[in-house]
């Protein structure tokens, strides 16, 4: 490997072993390193050659999966398409997503967004099934543009960890789970909107968001969730409206 | 379900730790020069109500000089407040879609700019020509 002719570079990680840890504590390490190795490959080398109880999640390492989503240098990003060539001389400091719990190293308990990700019914509902014999839905090119963004995302959880909202109230459903929900709403396949709705209305549904939008600053995916969360204020004002003006029975509720 | 033992580290003290957290504050403080000026015009109505007399006292506090230089800072601030809406109004508009292109946002932000600058100047030259 030449290791001896290699650069190096200061890896310093956010380290937690329940049990064994009150709270969590810094390692680093010097990490040969070349200009194309991403900081995933770092936590890899350190973990094949240096400490092997380092724990963290990857899987693609090529930003499709949604796995290797960490605090680089304070930022949540994937760690797969992070270079370690872009944190010289100074070094980067690791640590796994705000706002999570942390269950060991770099790795979150996700389930709360887990859970928050079914609620919204994310499927198509159709107004009328269709059997397999009818043929699949059909949709045009422009229908297709007015959700597909909101489809891009792959659940890597960056924008949890850039929502100060969550991190102040974790019953927030927060950006991802309510861009997937908007994605379905914009869906002219779609006719589950009225069962969604409940979900955008609530006092922890989009009025949680305050606009911050970091969210859609660290999408990896272009998903942009600010926008969708924001759609939805609007979506969700003309909902309370026309269920105080119109008569009961007459809306969807 | 959650697993045990986790650890939650607390979040005190979030909005100095990016710079984008620290101009998403700047924005929402600088809402308070926005109630400071509206403040001022409300003042300025509840004198002229009360009759010309008070209505020039009220003028006549607004010249002197460190009245103004408040009121260049508040109007700085005040400006600084609506760019920064001006900057996520895409993120509260559906896509638009003109001659079946999408119009991109940065378009959506400068619009919103230019619109609120003729505004003002439009405001401006009535001010001072009627």
């Not at chain 1, 928050?116 to 107004?127: D, H, M, T």
């Not at chain 1, 609530?202 to 969360?229: F, H, I």
């Not at chain 2, 009759?51 to 002197?64: I, M, N, T, V, Y």
């Amino acid at each position: 490997m030449g290791a001896a002719q290699k650069r190096k570079i200061r890896i310093e990680c956010l380290r937690y072993q329940p049990g064994v840890d009150a709270a969590p504590r810094t390692q680093a390490w010097d990490v040969p390193f070349t200009d194309d190795m991403s900081v995933l490959q770092g936590l890899q080398h350190i973990k094949d050659h240096l400490d092997g109880s380092l724990t963290f999640r990857w899987s693609c390492r090529m930003a499709v999966c949604g796995s290797c989503g960490m605090m680089i240098n304070g930022v949540p990003k994937l760690a797969c398409e992070t270079f370690l060539r872009d944190y010289l001389p100074a070094g980067v400091l690791i640590e796994p997503l705000t706002h999570f719990p942390i269950v060991r190293d770099l790795v979150i308990d996700q389930s709360d967004f887990l859970a928050k990700l079914e609620s919204v019914r994310p499927y198509l509902i159709p107004a009328q099934p269709r059997t397999v014999g009818e043929g699949p839905y059909r949709q045009t090119p422009a229908q297709m543009d007015a959700y597909y963004q909101y489809s891009q995302c792959i659940n890597c959880t960056l924008c949890y960890a850039a929502c100060p909202q969550y991190g102040m109230n974790t019953h927030f459903t927060g950006p991802a789970v309510l861009a997937l929900l908007h994605r379905y709403n914009e869906d002219s396949r779609d006719a589950g909107k009225a069962q969604r709705m409940e979900i955008v209305n609530a006092e922890d549904g989009v009025w949680g968001c305050t606009l911050v939008g970091y969210c859609s600053e660290v999408c990896p995916k272009g998903v942009d969730p600010a926008r969708a969360v924001n759609q939805n204020k609007i979506e969700s004002t003309k909902d309370y409206f026309r269920n105080l003006l119109l008569p009961r029975g007459s809306t969807s509720r | 379900m959650s697993t045990p033992n986790t650890y939650t580290r607390p979040i005190a003290g979030w909005w100095r730790r990016n710079p984008f957290y620290r101009a998403y504050i700047l924005r929402e403080l600088t809402c308070v020069a926005v109630i400071v000026f509206a403040l001022e015009l409300l003042v300025g109505l509840w004198r002229l109500v009360q009759g010309p007399e008070a209505f020039d006292a009220w003028r006549a506090s607004l010249a002197q000089p460190w009245v103004i230089v408040v009121n260049c800072v508040v109007l700085a601030l005040v400006a600084w407040h609506a760019w920064t809406w001006f900057e996520v109004m895409p993120k509260t508009l559906p896509f638009i879609n003109l001659g079946g292109r999408r119009v991109p946002d940065r378009a959506i932000v400068a619009a919103g700019a230019i619109a609120a600058v003729v505004a003002s100047l439009v405001v401006l030259f009535l001010f001072l020509t009627l």
